[in-house]
């Protein structure tokens, strides 16, 4: 098992450009989740996905959007960056109600 | 807005010390959970307590919950270098709220 893999490691991006965040799971969790973690702020929540075909806000939405491909896929678009999208990005999977599998995290620097 | 925040932000430690974290958060939750992330890397899951429990031990890892006081501590006893990490606790409720953490390094 890979768990919850993450591409790419790293990017950087100039404002106004767009990317894609890939992620994947091969657990057959039915959740799915990404978060921003930043300095002294902890992880919040930018959207989530209880199950294929269902997405949902989190705490920090604003600027991404996001896309349940199948089950094991979970993307999410930064359509125009900005410097404050500068960011760790993690991907998470839900296995039973309460236990979040992590990935390796994708580092985001928006110049 | 952060819906937890741990206490202290860093903590220093000599191996073998015991260490405490302390979370406090703001929401009525269901559950409370525990992560540990290695530097550079993602957050692994430690150990869930239940609204409805008070304490619940696992291998070195002792914690609490207070929900009349809407916290919780993690014990870490008798630290090892391997343990320097940041540590984060979690609430459930309708969805997961991250506290901001606590940067504990043991000393070898």
């Known amino acids: 098992n890979a768990g919850v893999t993450q591409t790419p490691k790293f990017q950087v991006l100039k404002t106004g450009q767009s990317m894609t965040l890939q992620c994947a799971q091969d657990m057959n969790h039915n959740s799915m989740y990404w978060y921003r973690q930043d300095p002294g702020m902890g992880l919040r929540l930018i959207y989530y996905s209880a199950s294929e075909g269902t997405t949902d806000k989190g705490e920090v939405p604003n600027g991404y959007n996001v896309s349940r491909l199948n089950k094991r896929e979970f993307s999410l678009r930064l359509e125009s960056a900005a410097p404050s999208q500068t960011s760790v990005y993690f991907c998470?999977?839900?296995?039973?109600?309460?236990?979040?599998?992590f990935g390796p995290g994708t580092r985001l620097t928006v110049t | 807005s952060q819906q937890g925040e741990e206490d202290p932000q860093a903590l220093s430690i000599q191996e073998g010390e015991n260490a405490t974290m302390n979370c406090s958060y703001k929401?009525?939750?269901?559950?409370l959970q525990w992560y540990r992330q290695n530097s550079g890397r993602g957050l692994v899951h430690l150990i869930l307590i239940r609204s409805n429990e008070r304490e619940k031990h696992s291998g070195r890892l002792r914690v609490t919950l207070d929900t009349s006081k809407k916290s919780s501590s993690l014990l870490i006893t008798a630290s090892r270098a391997a343990d320097t990490a940041s540590y984060f606790c979690a609430g459930t409720g309708n969805q997961f709220y991250f506290g901001t953490g606590t940067s504990l390094t043991v000393i070898p």
């Open positions: 929401t009525s939750i269901n559950n």
């Open positions: 998470a999977s839900l296995w039973g109600q309460y236990e979040q599998y």
